[in-house]
């Protein structure tokens, strides 16, 4: 007996067999799903307006082994032949990185003051390191290039992988080599002892921390000949792998234009048929039709190997037909009068799909006034900023953290008497900040004015200010300042420059004939 059978079968204790049956109240044809419908949530409705909205609840990387590869290879011919986003991806490079994040070393002294000595050593020996061909182990790219491509590297293929190599042949003993998600094979899954587990190639331990990347010796797709079925084992404190987390057990990086990805590789088809149709309108070629027995071949007709007729087409050129042919003229309208609007669209969804304003990325100033463009503006540089801070903790301080122990084994993190530091005080040179690109006011005077306001009621500092607007370092200008002034006074011109001249209201210039209109 089955366990519904013994709930049907056992009486229960509040109701006697005598009684009759519960009254229940008839429901007309069509209410269940009604009434089901109004007690749940409208997302979750079956219905034929949903049939084709499929939601998916597999995990996270269970998705990326089966369409990541693919993913991948379609975003990066988007950014190879897709302008915008070629475009988008000069952006990264632009506000991710610029002309460089630089390293801002913070080493304390005892009573709390920066030590200036040491503060010297580690910027300048952080910047020899990063000269070009040194940094890398295969010494074409300096520090600011692997910046720039790995800004992006991440944002195309959604991840980048870089080996950070100590003990390597340099003044340094410490290198980058730079590999490509493809080393890492999406196919390489298993189960291993003690809830060990390899999840497209990343070695986890069963709190899902890295423990290891299985690279594939040979990047997939090269053309030497080579084993790519073995894997080396490479322990996770040698890689960084730097990819933006979008959903909690993820162990790989997606494309960041894996939403709009579909939609741009058809506009980009669009474009081409439309500048195809219109480069074949301005021709106004046609067709020579002839009539089934009734056209005579003349002996001094050209024909193909294949035995098509041929016939030139010339400016001014007016050819008379054979007896029994006619022309009939091919004039097809492109690109259409909607082009523009259309194409317009689809790159506002594109840019969305990015995160990046539209005019910023299609360079479409026409319809922009001054009000849109700054809050677009101000919101983008927003996000800019909050992708370069990303950067910087998953990309530069990581470096950072394994550089400086080999440069101070190795005797290069120098004082100004050209001694190396002793490496009892390397806890105290760990303290650094980076300094991220800054980006020029929309309007440079009164952003000017307002920004001295801010600092004069004590809302900002002046350190602030000058690196959110620069991205130079505020004690680097002080001394600047103070070098300036020293000079002026050497050369007697020390009163040619007012330092108030941030507050200095402009009248705006007079109009022509206004005196002429009074008199």
Not at 259 to 277: D, F, K, N, P
Not at 298 to 308: A, I, K, L, S, Y
Not at 412 to 441: E, S
Request: charged share 25%; hydrophobic share 40%; with cysteine.
């Amino acid at each position: 007996m089955s366990v519904f059978d013994w709930f049907r079968r056992t009486p229960r204790p509040d109701v006697s067999p005598a009684d009759p049956p519960p009254l229940r109240r008839a429901r007309a044809p069509g209410r269940t799903t009604a009434v089901r419908a109004r007690r749940g949530f409208a997302a979750a409705d079956h219905d034929r307006l949903t049939a084709g909205f499929r939601g998916s609840n597999v995990a996270i990387d269970e998705q990326l082994a089966r369409g990541l590869r693919t993913m991948r290879g379609r975003s990066r011919q988007l950014f190879q032949d897709f302008p915008h986003a070629v475009r988008f991806g000069a952006m990264c490079r632009q506000n991710i990185v610029g002309r460089g994040i630089k390293l801002r070393a913070q080493p304390r002294s005892a009573d709390g003051s920066i030590d200036a000595g040491d503060k010297r050593a580690v910027e300048d020996a952080w910047r020899r390191w990063g000269q070009r061909g040194v940094c890398t182990v295969d010494g074409r790219l300096s520090w600011v290039d692997v910046c720039h491509l790995v800004a992006e590297a991440i944002p195309r293929d959604g991840e980048i992988l870089l080996r950070m190599v100590s003990g390597f042949d340099n003044e340094f003993g410490f290198a980058l080599q730079l590999l490509e998600a493809d080393h890492l094979d999406e196919d390489r899954n298993r189960s291993l002892a003690d809830g060990v587990t390899i999840r497209l190639s990343v070695e986890q331990d069963r709190f899902d921390r890295p423990v290891a990347y299985h690279l594939s010796p040979r990047h997939p797709g090269a053309r030497e000949p080579g084993e790519f079925s073995r894997a080396i084992r490479v322990p996770a404190a040698q890689i960084l792998h730097p990819y933006v987390v979008q959903r909690p057990g993820q162990s790989r990086g997606i494309p960041w234009a894996h939403s709009v990805i579909r939609q741009a590789s058809m506009l980009h088809g669009y474009q081409e048929a439309e500048l195809v149709a219109a480069r074949a309108a301005s021709a106004k070629m046609g067709f020579i039709e002839t009539p089934a027995g009734e056209y005579e071949a003349d002996d001094n007709e050209d024909e193909d190997n294949q035995g098509n007729q041929l016939s030139d087409f010339e400016p001014g050129l007016i050819e008379a037909l054979a007896r029994g042919q006619k022309f009939e003229p091919f004039d097809p309208q492109h690109p259409t009068s909607q082009y523009g609007t259309f194409v317009k669209d689809m790159l506002r969804t594109f840019s969305a799909g990015v995160n990046v304003s539209y005019f910023t990325l299609a360079n479409d100033h026409e319809a922009v006034n001054f009000s849109s463009s700054r809050a677009a503006l101000l919101e983008e540089r927003d996000h800019w900023r909050m992708l370069q801070g990303w950067f910087c903790e998953q990309v530069c301080a990581p470096v950072f953290e394994r550089w400086l122990p080999m440069a101070v084994m190795m005797g290069q993190v120098k004082n100004g008497a050209g001694v190396p530091v002793p490496a009892r005080i390397l806890p105290k040179l760990r303290a650094v900040r980076w300094q991220g690109r800054g980006w020029a006011w929309v309007k440079p005077l009164e952003d000017t004015q307002a920004e001295a306001a801010m600092i004069a009621a004590g809302f900002k500092s002046s350190q602030d200010v000058v690196e959110a607007m620069t991205g130079e370092d505020y004690g680097d200008v002080l001394e600047a300042l103070a070098e300036e002034a020293k000079m002026r006074e050497r050369l007697g011109l020390a009163g040619a420059v007012n330092p108030a001249a941030v507050g200095v209201t402009v009248q705006p210039p007079a109009r022509p004939g206004a005196n002429d209109d009074e008199g």
